[in-house]
């Protein structure tokens, strides 16, 4: 009986002991994470997730266009972190404002004197960086450059045909650089697309320029045929105007001359004249001092003039000049003939 009773009483003890441990392990689980945490842990998660689908970043070189349902709401172009509505109400989409370039590939082309030449092109392009300008490059070609760059090849040689049909092939092509009107070429180019491109896809034109310019075969024999007949046309030019110039130089030379010779005959005249005073006045001062003498030395000059050592003359010994040697000087009247 005792036995028992103390059995029984060792089953109760652990009983109550077990099930006393089991509710208070589940009491301290319960005060260590509440339901109300669990519930705002989850909602601030819903609501990190749900911020974030809302943001969208705006990166350097492009724009971003907020669509709602499909359609464009507002572009987003200043580079940072902006909002929007998650989706299905609104939509991010990304358009590319980069610089980039388009060829027009080699096109033939007539120019304005009826010959052809092949010209290839570029030019610098980006999407217009204005809400308006976005919208309608993505309208226009979706949103896809390569489209707008297949849309700008087809411009540009349209564009060229008529450019080129605007100017002569020297205005090209010269030997004459200061004739070369390149730079006219792609204003007048640039100006066929530019406006074009902005009104009807959105896109600004940065530079227009020729990448290659070659001739074909009947165009360049054309072209060999006009630089050497230009070459010609500046040689004959040249050598006429160096004849015109040394005419000019010759003339001036011999008017010069004769001015020259003009004077320097008068001068040579004044000097003979008044040597021939001289003359004439140291002769009259001689044949008034001694007459016979003079009249021999007269004779004497007379002489040597007229014969040189070569000259043969057979003359009369008593006629003159020949007579002061055989009968010598004429003395005066009264001189003394025996005095030497």
Not at 133 to 141: D, E, G, K, N, T
Not at 158 to 182: C, M, P, Y
Not at 248 to 258: G, L, T, V, Y
């Amino acid at each position: 009986m005792s036995s028992h009773t103390a059995h029984g009483h060792d089953h109760d003890h652990d009983h109550d002991h077990d099930h006393n441990h089991d509710h208070d392990h589940a009491d301290s689980h319960g005060r260590a994470r509440p339901a109300w945490l669990r519930v705002g842990v989850a909602l601030l998660l819903v609501l990190i997730m749900a911020a974030t689908a809302c943001l969208v970043q705006v990166r350097v070189g492009e724009a971003t266009v907020i669509t709602r349902f499909g359609n464009p709401a507002r572009v987003l172009i200043e580079p940072g972190l902006n909002w929007r509505w998650p989706v299905p109400f609104e939509a991010a989409v990304p358009v590319d404002l980069r610089l980039r370039t388009t060829s027009s590939g080699l096109q033939d082309v007539g120019t304005r004197d009826g010959l052809r030449i092949i010209v290839q092109a570029y030019v610098a392009w980006q999407v217009a960086a204005d809400p308006q300008s976005i919208q309608l490059f993505m309208r226009a070609v979706q949103n896809q450059p390569d489209e707008a760059a297949r849309q700008i090849r087809t411009l540009m040689g349209s564009a060229l045909e008529t450019t080129a049909s605007g100017f002569e092939l020297a205005d090209l092509v010269n030997v004459d650089a200061s004739r070369v009107r390149i730079d006219g070429f792609e204003q007048r180019l640039r100006e066929q697309i530019e406006q074009q491109l902005l009104n009807s896809y959105g896109v600004r034109v940065v530079q227009v320029g020729i990448e290659r310019l070659t001739l074909p075969k009947v165009t360049l024999e054309a072209t060999v045929d006009r630089m050497r007949a230009e070459r010609e046309t500046i040689a004959t030019e040249r050598t006429a105007e160096g004849k015109r110039k040394a005419a000019e130089i010759q003339s001036a030379a011999e008017r010069d001359a004769r001015i020259l010779q003009a004077d320097a005959s008068v001068k040579a005249a004044q000097i003979q004249a008044q040597s021939q005073v001289q003359a004439a006045d140291i002769y009259g001062k001689a044949y008034a001092g001694a007459p016979q003498l003079y009249t021999l030395l007269r004779s004497l000059d007379t002489l040597g003039s007229v014969i040189n050592p070569g000259t043969k003359l057979v003359l009369r010994t008593d006629a003159a000049p020949f007579r002061a040697l055989v009968e010598g000087p004429v003395l005066p009247a009264g001189a003394d003939h025996g005095k030497p």
